[in-house]
């Protein structure tokens, strides 16, 4: 499959809204701002720019949303890449909470906007469940305080509750994110584009940016067939931007991830998983997965510090499947892509002013759709407002991401991950088949007894507190 044709995004081209073609830019053009790069955070910026009175062109060199814009899970989440302990430890207290606000900011853009235009066939859906494969019962209630010192909204859900609403015994406790939503995320990068077009922003499709020159009052942005004068240029391109800007692309590791979309699988689906929130399962390696068109799943996971063929993971993804819910019985694939993103090594997003009058938005690993939002309205509020909140990210700096050496190594860690994340599943079964078998030899310790009291009394059945505690020994067992 190509990276560069749309269709291999699947499920999301075969859903999509309908949208015009935008036209190459075939002459000269002078605007205030031009934005490289019709993804998520161009988009938004573009959109911003052009509500606040400037001139804005937008240059793609694919399609409006043909790279990660359209390629991702769709999970709209706050927060960041990094962990929030890191960010912490890297800014202090205040300035954290700072940075989550701007995330949540970012969110709530996204949800805005897709409420107050009507945006047809994104179907946002609410809540995103953060489940744990392990009984870390100690170490969840610490993530939970700490997410709440920072102000961020989460409600903490026990191993029943989880159960109860994911019908797979390899889970434990979770935290759910209520705010947090998923949507289809290829429609919302076309809605996004036409509300730019309506505030007055022209875009550029197929006409790549092959020069740029940012010395001067006036940049100048050549493409094939036009060239661009603009007062301020954003770099939105992610790491798509090499030839344009090697230095920026140097700072960015490319990560690779697959979606696959099932065939429909019926009532059986809604039976094992009967969330409808976007999940996540994970302590160190990913899957994430949600229910799309009505019963079809969506599954994302098995990531490449490199470009490969989705063909190769296929097997890999299914067995995924198959290990957390295997009574969904045979699963077949309707579609099934990659999408490449770039992540930073502090795995926080590069926002701000790098030049005078050269500005970035990129960077966003993996969480992306909440602080594109945030980082192209940041952009055009600094531009055009001069306001200076995108210091924020300033700590953040423009570090190189290793090359080949940094792939290899970013590889290997998730590779060494999924053992690791085996075993310590392995130990939280073990401990809760141990407790269920000790509390069912005490309930069978405490009818003996009470039979030994009272001899005439019949041998007492399993009530409900015993009949529970030996079916969930046997649940377990049998799985």
């Known amino acids: ?28 053009l002078d605007v205030d701002v031009c ?12 959109r911003e720019v052009a509500l606040r009175g400037w001139s804005v062109a937008i240059l793609e060199a ?17 927060g960041f890449g990094a962990p929030i302990d890191d960010v912490v430890e ?16 970012g969110l ?10 009507g945006m047809p066939g994104v179907d946002p859906v609410p809540g995103w469940l953060h489940v744990s494969k392990t009984d870390n019962g100690a ?53 996004l584009a036409a509300l730019a077009e309506k505030a007055g922003a022209r875009i550029f499709e197929d006409t790549p940016a092959v020069t740029l020159d940012g010395a001067g009052v006036r940049k100048r942005i050549g493409t094939p067939n036009g060239l661009v004068r603009a007062g301020h240029v954003v770099l939105a391109g992610n790491i798509h931007l090499g030839a344009l800007m090697p230095r920026l692309a140097a700072t960015l590791l490319p990560v690779t991830t697959f979606v696959l979309v099932t065939e429909p699988l019926g009532p059986k689906l809604h039976e094992l998983v009967r969330y409808r929130g976007a999940v996540s399962d994970t302590n160190r390696a990913d899957n994430h997965y949600r229910i799309v068109g009505e019963d079809r799943l969506q599954w994302s996971g098995r990531m490449r510090a490199w470009q490969a063929d989705p063909r190769w993971v296929k097997r890999g993804l299914l067995a995924d499947i198959r290990r957390n819910f295997s009574d969904l019985g045979s ?22 002013e790098i030049e005078r009058g050269v500005w970035l938005a990129s960077g966003f690993g993996g969480h992306g759709l909440n602080t594109s939002a945030m980082g192209g309205e940041l952009v055009a509020r600094g531009l055009v407002e001069a306001d200076q909140t995108w210091r924020l990210f300033a700590p953040y700096e423009l570090v190189w991401a290793g090359g080949l050496l940094g792939s290899l190594l970013a590889q290997g860690i998730y590779w060494g991950t999924r053992p690791i994340e085996r075993i310590e599943h392995g130990m939280a079964r073990y401990r809760e088949q141990a407790k269920a078998r000790k509390e069912a030899r005490q309930l069978e310790r405490k009818d003996q007894l009470e039979r030994k009291e009272n001899p005439m009394a019949a041998p007492s059945g399993p009530g409900p507190e015993t009949g529970q505690a030996i079916g969930q020994e046997t649940r377990v067992r049998t799985h």
């Open 35 to 46: 934005v490289i790069g019709a993804g998520l955070a161009g988009l938004t910026a573009a």
């Open 62 to 78: 694919g399609s409006v949303g043909w790279a990660a814009s359209g390629r991702n899970t769709g999970f709209v989440l706050p």
């Open 108 to 117: 709530g853009y996204v949800r805005r906007t897709i409420d107050e235009s």
């Open 331 to 352: 699963v077949e694939i309707a579609h099934l892509w990659r999408g490449t993103l770039g992540r930073t090594i502090h795995r926080m997003p590069q926002i701000g």
């Open 139 to 191: 170490d969840l209630r610490t993530y939970v305080e700490r997410l709440r010192w920072i102000g961020a909204t989460l409600e903490a859900w026990p191993t029943s509750q989880v159960r109860e609403q994911l019908v797979n015994p390899r889970y434990f406790n979770a935290v759910h994110f209520p705010t947090a939503f998923h949507i289809h995320p290829f429609n919302y990068a076309l809605g």
């Open 1 to 28: 499959m190509s990276e560069t044709d749309a269709k291999a995004a699947g499920w999301y081209e075969a859903t999509r809204v309908a949208a015009p073609e935008r036209p190459r830019l075939n002459f000269d």
């Open 90 to 105: 890297r800014v202090g207290l205040d300035h954290a909470k700072q940075l989550w606000a701007l995330s949540e900011q």
